[in-house]
């Protein structure tokens, strides 16, 4: 036995300060909760855990995310529910005002209340917001431009994918323009007399002009019922009061000039809108005021007839000969200025094309506004992912659902010039408000299918979080049941080993005692 090195001690302290520092390791895991108490303890396990604390937060916050998404489509489809109970009552005011034994006072006031919905849509577009962001004007919509002024993207599908789209306009669309075939030859004349009184009838709508009548109570009365029928009336001087420039001199008088109403005026009838279901029917019972006016052909049978014109399209085509943008089955439709192409896969692209884009010239000998000449104007739609509102639904970067809602107000519903002021436009009414109908439908689908997703999104999103959570768990989290029998097995070693080093610093004492 060697005394100057205590041999038995050492290892005993050995022994003991490893059953001390396990049994330290072993409380801090205990009063943790965790085995992962810093890098030392399995950094590849730390770095690993940290990476998946990460990605739980970032799912949770997704989580919130997705329920501000849900808000969003709430707000937007509660909004949606009213402008489609308005436009149920439209159709049942437009279909009232269609039956003809309405006065001119009833159908009047049917109009006043179409306008206040018409109004009350275009609030309800306007002002509907989650956190300042306007949902339904069509703010949220893919940003388009374009290279004609003036040109309007309606819509397009989600499934069209960026980039350019070109159309060619070989010849814009039309309104439907009715010239005199006469001047105005009430001169010399004051007023209409017994024999010269009579009906004139515009669309349908009556316009008494009776005796003791001056020229501009007459043209009074067209212009009213010009009005009322959704078009306008003027009167332009002689053949003289006509440009071929509407580039500069606008769209709304199809080129011509309107002027003060004088004898040797030539009487214009146009309608509001564009496009082949646009019409102008004018008929007199009396020639003697037909020929006063200049409407001589509207005494005869079938009176005086205009149709306006869609404008006429192709799919522009670069040098090779393909399709800019669209597909080879692609299709085009036209109704009046709004262009529509549609492709097989679902795939659609509607734009409202503003008048004179081709350049279209007109013949003013023919007493009509018809193309004579002008070109083609390539329109290019550049679409963008721009403008739809990304809602981030993931832990990691691009992981976002975009919303794409596109506008409810009533010139993207086409109610905003609705008319039923005669018999003839509420008909017309009906269809519009048919079409206005089906578009707030697919609206409203298209809502409800994103809030669909987004209750998925967040089920998925609830399922990951608690599948990660778990890993994490079983990772860095703490065994009671394992570590408590580690705490007590090594309690019970360092008491040992203490006991041990208490005995083994005596022996070399019980030594000396022995030399004594």
């Known amino acids: 036995m060697r005394i100057n090195v205590n041999i038995s001690a050492i290892v005993s302290n050995n022994a003991l300060q490893r059953s001390e520092n396990r049994l330290s390791e072993s409380i801090k895991r205990l009063s943790s909760g965790y085995k992962l108490n810093s890098s030392a303890d399995d950094p590849a396990g730390c770095a690993i855990s940290e990476k998946m604390r990460l990605q ?10 997705a329920a501000d998404g849900i808000s969003i489509l709430n707000i937007a489809d509660g909004a949606m529910t009213e402008v489609q109970n308005m436009l149920v009552r439209m159709k049942e005011l437009a279909v009232q005002a269609a039956n003809d034994v309405n006065s001119d006072g009833e159908r009047e006031a049917i109009q006043k209340e179409l306008n206040s919905i018409n109004k009350e849509i275009d609030r309800i577009a306007n002002d509907t917001e989650f956190n300042t962001q306007p949902l339904l004007n069509g703010n949220l919509m893919r940003r388009v ?20 789209y070109g159309i060619t306009v070989t010849e814009d669309a039309r309104q439907a323009v009715m010239l005199s075939n006469n001047r105005i030859t009430m001169l010399g004349i004051d007023k209409i007399t017994k024999e010269q009184a009579g009906k004139i009838t515009l669309n349908g709508y009556g316009i008494d002009i009776s ?52 004898s040797g005026n030539s009487l214009v009838l146009m309608s509001n809108e564009y ?29 005086m007839v205009s149709q306006g014109k869609d404008a006429v399209v192709d799919i522009t085509k670069d040098a090779n000969g393909k399709r800019v943008g669209f597909e080879d089955s692609a299709v085009i439709s036209a109704k009046g200025t709004v262009i529509t192409i549609k492709d097989v896969n679902n795939k659609e692209f509607v734009v409202d094309i503003p008048g004179n884009t081709a350049g279209t010239q007109f013949d003013d000998s023919a007493k009509v506004a018809v193309k004579t000449g002008g070109g083609t104007k390539d329109v290019e739609q550049e679409v963008t992912d721009v403008g739809t509102m990304s809602i981030h639904i ?86 009671m049941a394992e570590e408590m029998t580690e705490y007590t097995a090594v309690t019970v070693m360092t ?8 005995q083994a610093n005596e022996r070399p004492s019980t030594v000396l005692q022995l030399l004594q």
Do not use: W
Request: glycine share 10%; aromatic share 4%; proline share 1%.
């Open 394 to 479: 993931g832990a990691n970067q691009d992981q976002v659902i975009k919303i794409d809602i596109p506008p409810i107000t009533t010139y993207a519903l086409g109610t905003d010039n609705i008319n039923v002021m005669t018999g003839y436009t509420s008909q017309r009414a009906i269809a519009t408000v048919d079409v206005a109908i089906t578009r707030a439908n697919d609206i409203r689908s298209k809502i409800g299918a994103f809030e669909n997703r987004f209750e998925h999104t967040r089920n998925n999103l609830a399922t990951s979080t608690e599948n990660l959570t778990k890993s994490l768990s079983t990772m860095t989290d703490t065994d």
């Open 211 to 262: 005796e003791g009548d001056t020229l501009d109570d007459i043209m009074d009365k067209i212009v009213s019922a010009a009005n009322k029928s959704g078009g306008k009336a003027f009167v332009v001087d002689g053949f003289t009061g006509f440009t071929n420039d509407t580039a500069a001199n606008g769209t709304e008088y199809a080129g011509y000039l309107p002027q003060t109403v004088v």
């Open 145 to 164: 431009y374009s290279n004609i002024q003036g040109a309007t993207q309606i819509t397009c599908t989600d499934n069209l994918v960026a980039g350019i």
């Open 56 to 65: 739980i937060k970032g799912l949770d916050q997704s989580d919130n995310n």
């Open 495 to 502: 008491q040992a080993a203490t006991s041990i080093l208490s």
């Open 275 to 303: 496009g082949s279901d646009q019409s102008l029917t004018l008929t007199c019972d009396n020639k003697l005021l037909a020929n006063l006016l200049g409407i001589g052909d509207a005494a005869k049978e079938g009176g």
